[in-house]
């Protein structure tokens, strides 16, 4: 695929929210059967993982994919649609006739070669925050803001998991009822800070559990059976760490509304991958608990689980490899007699919809809608 | 010591909060090195054990210490001040002669025995909920409304955990500045659910890491890895879980304000004894981070961790062991612009501080300020 059909193909396509049928791009590819070249960057972390499974299992056009990371992982192979793939170096040269590439590699690597991509005319969606709140990348949520990935000008960014998950089920409510104050305390998985520290909670708690001492490398507090305020920088004048800023600013971009009024309290938990959040929200005019589940039940990209009687809500066991985000313990705030507020509880995959899922639906966005893709 | 003299000695002594000097009572067992006959009823749980730990290091004066549980647990035996203690099965005759009888053996059996008990001149202070709304059982935590201790009737109630760990920060802030909503989110340990919890807890996790199934028995979810909404039954109507409610309508007659504005989150997180609380509450006026810590650093019972350059905060694996309630994350709540919001973090030992702590610290008012018991 040359440059010129490669540039035009991630240009001005239908967002999938509106579906508008078929680009003329995807029916080519389609009817070829050619597809894309993509590349994956970071292939060997646990979102890179995610990514190369996404593609596969959502048929993904990808009539190659390449693998980057760094000199260390060069050489490992992942399987994609049933062929070893090995992983190469990452360099300046890399992106050469490749169409995509996404990229989970942490902000230097994105810093350095995303721009050098694009320049190439690949089109980059980029999972670090390098780019997050730069006013020329869009940041997208397919659910909430797929018209604006339109906008691109080769990169576009995937917002931070936390955000995601906290506001994809948020959004469907504050389209019918603006919300107009949003209050935000996670519970994070330790797969928002890689596969290391995976398995630094792993391997802690289990000299934990065997009474042996353990040296933590990865994370900045022992993780075993503890929780910690979330391990990013903390600004001194602020207080607020660098993922509560992420989940407050990026949340404004998505919501093109500067002055949306949110705060977050950022907490890691020993869980392997899955995010929770509790949500305490106040809308514009009264709401209910009904009303939220009818709004919620009608939405893409959530999953009510709420059974009251089983004591049955949003648990990361069952987020985890899910791509919903699951939304539960539904019901009226107590503390604003005006009626106006929401205590809900979700969780949601981190690797999936927090990052590699939500990744690849962009680029779905631009291709065309998913049911074209699936066919 | 006699029925006559067992009545008086927990009337109508000073606050510990007061200090307006010793008792006669408690000079009388001080002078004589009597003390009083203690009966710790649920001895062989969690909370029992904390209980013996917490008479024997605070040097609670205890004459004669008698250990009750179910006949399961009978025979076993617990150390006190280098002695084994037998534990013996509880019965209607286990009061005679006891004067404090600190119960932490589930509601079923506080409802059966505490007014029996009481009846017979012994004092109870009570841990479970069976008595707590009750409105002629006082609810006390010593740090906020000591003197409602004076007022009971032969039964004092140990609040819910936490409510103890949540609002014990709070309330120095709500005296100078009144707190006019409060949003909580908690991060609880399995110790609230009891020593077969933890245990279970463990064994779950030791048997994810060997890739063994295992059945869990003592909570509804698999708890390895996991987290999940309270498993406290949930009010179909209003949604809440009951934890929630205690943590709400404690809250309101501890602080006693029927109309205080709060709501709560209560979530059970994979860490063995120690609670966690994210806190979001706006005040009358403007306040700021700055002022909350000069409030926090006078205040008793909670000890500031806000160490932003070292990312240090408070962290179960600290509040472990520890009487205080650890404090840090202390900022302005950015979703208010005026200015009157502020969120922090918390984290105390449910064991000690929200149970057993708590409740010798009230047995302790009614004798007399700390300073005294402590020479």
């Given at each position: 695929m040359g440059d010129i059909l490669r540039a035009r193909?991630?240009?001005?396509?239908?967002?999938?929210?509106?579906?508008?049928?078929?680009?003329?791009?995807?029916?080519r590819a389609g009817a070829s059967g050619a597809?894309?070249?993509?590349?994956?960057?970071?292939?060997?972390?646990?979102?890179?993982?995610?990514?190369?499974?996404?593609?596969?299992?959502?048929?993904?056009?990808?009539?190659?994919?390449?693998?980057?990371?760094?000199?260390?992982?060069?050489?490992k192979r992942l399987s994609f649609r049933g062929q070893q793939v090995e992983i190469e170096e990452l360099g300046e040269q890399s992106f050469r006739g490749v169409d995509l590439a996404l990229f989970s590699a942490g902000s230097a690597i994105s810093k350095r070669y995303a721009p050098l991509a694009a320049r190439q005319?690949?089109?980059?969606?980029?999972?670090?925050?390098?780019?997050?709140?730069?006013?020329?990348v869009p940041l997208v949520i397919p659910e909430?803001?797929?018209?604006?990935?339109?906008?691109?000008?080769?990169?576009?960014?995937?917002?931070?998991c936390a955000a995601i998950i906290s506001i994809t089920p948020l959004w469907p409510i504050h389209r019918i009822n603006p919300v107009r104050r949003l209050i935000v305390s996670t519970y994070q998985a330790a797969s928002g800070a890689g596969a290391a520290a995976m398995q630094e909670l792993r391997e802690s708690t289990r000299a934990f559990l065997e009474d042996r001492p353990y040296a933590h490398t990865v994370l900045p507090h022992p993780y075993a059976f503890n929780l910690f305020s979330h391990?990013?920088?903390v600004d001194a004048?602020?207080?607020y760490n660098e993922e509560e800023t992420k989940v407050i600013e990026e949340t404004r971009k998505i919501f093109a509304d500067p002055g949306f009024?949110?705060?977050?309290?950022?907490?890691?938990?020993?869980?392997?991958?899955?995010?929770?959040?509790?949500?305490?929200?106040?809308?514009?005019?009264?709401?209910?608990?009904?009303?939220v589940r009818d709004i919620l039940a009608a939405a893409p990209g959530v999953k009510i689980i709420d059974d009251t009687a089983a004591n049955y809500f949003p648990m990361p066991k069952d987020a985890t490899g899910q791509d919903a985000i699951l939304v539960g313990r539904i019901r009226q705030d107590v503390s604003d007699p005006s009626g106006r507020s929401i205590a809900m509880?979700?969780?949601?995959?981190?690797?999936?919809?927090?990052?590699?899922?939500?990744?690849?639906?962009?680029?779905?966005?631009?291709?065309?809608?998913?049911?074209?893709?699936a066919a």
């Open positions: 193909v991630f240009t001005a396509l239908t967002p999938c929210a509106s579906v508008a049928g078929m680009s003329h791009f995807m029916q597809g894309f070249v993509v590349a994956v960057v970071g292939a060997s972390g646990a979102v890179g993982v995610e990514l190369v499974r996404c593609l596969e299992e959502r048929g993904f056009p990808v009539a190659e994919l390449k693998l980057f990371a760094s000199s260390r992982s060069a050489g005319g690949t089109l980059v969606i980029d999972n670090s925050s390098a780019f997050r709140m730069d006013p020329t909430i803001n797929a018209a604006a990935a339109l906008k691109h000008r080769g990169i576009i960014a995937n917002p931070n391990n990013t920088k004048v602020t207080g009024r949110i705060t977050a309290t950022c907490v890691r938990v020993p869980v392997l991958r899955a995010h929770c959040v509790a949500l305490n929200f106040e809308c514009e005019t009264p709401i209910n608990a009904s009303l509880f979700v969780a949601g995959d981190q690797l999936l919809k927090g990052a590699a899922l939500n990744a690849v639906q962009i680029a779905e966005c631009l291709l065309a809608d998913q049911k074209t893709i």
